[in-house]
């Protein structure tokens, strides 16, 4: 297996992943902001929350990434195609599987269950992420297809 690629190449798909995101949150596409739900695990202040966050996303995409590459190593191919598979993949399973049980775990965040005596300051994400917008599964999409396209193309050059 291809190790300063993975390690490299991981980075630069987090990057593309969590860049897609950002945009479409800028754009109004969807209220999901990735390094706030992950930073306030940490902290509750909100800035602080954003820049924990985005490491902390950059070590969870590692983490895929070593996924995906392992998995073109022991497949002996990585393409660009393959990659976008993987990506979608690995949406279906955020989307419907990590993200719903984010509220289970998540201490500043409220679940559906919670009740009006929450003081949570995040609004449960729901199936799909829905709760944070229409487009927000679209989205989620995009980026990981994008994620996985852009691993499939950068190992494969290696």
Sequence with gaps: MDWAGWALFGLV???????????????????????LMLGTLVT?????????????HLAIGEGFALGYAAAFALLGIATWWLGALFGLVHVGLALTVLVPLLPGVHP???????????????EPPGLLGLNYGARTPLVAIVSHVAFGLALGLLLKAR
Excluded at 14 to 35: E, F, H, K, N, S
Excluded at 108 to 122: C, K, N, Q
């Design 108 to 122: 500043r965040m409220a679940s559906d269950r919670a009740g009006p005596a929450s003081v949570a300051v995040l």
């Design 44 to 56: 509750e202040d909100p800035d602080h929350a954003r820049v924990f966050g985005f490491f902390i």
């Design 13 to 35: 798909a987090t990057a593309v992943l969590t860049a897609v995101m950002i945009a479409a949150q800028l754009m109004g596409w969807t209220r999901l902001d990735l390094p």
